[in-house]
């Protein structure tokens, strides 16, 4: 089945640092990426959409400048948190929608990345 | 605003009995509905799709219905086994391909 890998799972830094999470499709292309957020006991929040070689189109409420997303190819989408605050530990998932699938069919996703900012 | 609500309360039950976890949702007119599980720590798994046209979907001992008149979906898990306590999301599609989850359901299935 298609198998969505993201990385690293577990980071904690400091305040003030810029942490890349990285999410890979493994075993199929993936035009469009989908970044969300979940703090504890939440559902998960779209955070953005990302598309194949062009700009992420953010959700509102969520700083492009702070959360910088690259889809440079069709299996590597980047999610970069810069100047991490304490604020921005989460739970951060991605996932991936498969080129050419049907609308309804299910997105694939990553285990997501545990970020904890000291 | 578009709402999903899903019990929020935890639900425990003894093994084998069945589990029916609740999914409403207003101010949508979904094409289909989305299940998924969600283990701590861990990603959303999809479990079953619902159309809009389909009444139920059975998937081993899963069963889903949606009933769009009432605005809600209802999920059951039949001879439930310790292994299936986790978290239950459903999803609805949003603007684009991507989904708005509901807050999930914590199923806990004791022996």
């Known amino acids: 089945g298609a198998v969505v890998s993201q990385h690293p799972s577990w980071v904690i830094c400091k305040s003030g640092t810029s942490v890349k999470i990285e999410c890979r499709s493994l075993?199929?292309?993936?035009?469009?990426m989908f970044w969300y957020r979940q703090f504890p006991k939440q559902s998960l929040m779209l955070m953005a959409t990302s598309n194949e070689g062009s700009k992420a189109t953010y959700e509102q409420g969520v700083e492009k400048d702070k959360f910088l997303i690259n889809h440079a190819s069709l299996t590597l989408s980047t999610l970069t948190v810069t100047s991490a605050h304490p604020e921005d530990s989460s739970f951060y998932i991605c996932?991936?929608?498969?080129?050419?699938?049907?609308?309804?069919?299910?997105?694939?996703f990553g285990d997501g990345t545990r970020l904890s900012i000291l | 605003s578009q709402k999903i609500e899903q019990n929020s309360e935890a639900l425990n039950i003894q093994e084998g009995k069945t589990a029916t976890l609740t999914c409403n949702y207003t101010?949508?007119?979904?094409?289909?509905l989305q299940w998924y599980r969600q283990d701590p720590g861990r990603g959303p798994v999809f479990l079953l799709l619902?159309?809009?046209?389909?009444k139920e979907k059975r998937k081993e001992r899963l069963k889903v219905t949606f009933d769009t008149t009432l605005k809600q979906s209802l999920f059951h898990i039949t001879a439930s086994q310790p292994a299936d306590s986790a978290t239950y999301l459903c999803a609805l599609k949003l603007s684009g391909y991507a989904l708005n989850f509901g807050k999930g359901t914590s199923l806990l299935v004791t022996p």
């Open positions: 101010n949508y007119s979904p094409a289909y």
């Open positions: 996932s991936a929608r498969e080129a050419g699938a049907y609308s309804n069919q299910p997105q694939h």
């Open positions: 075993d199929f292309q993936a035009t469009t």
């Open positions: 619902i159309r809009e046209n389909e």
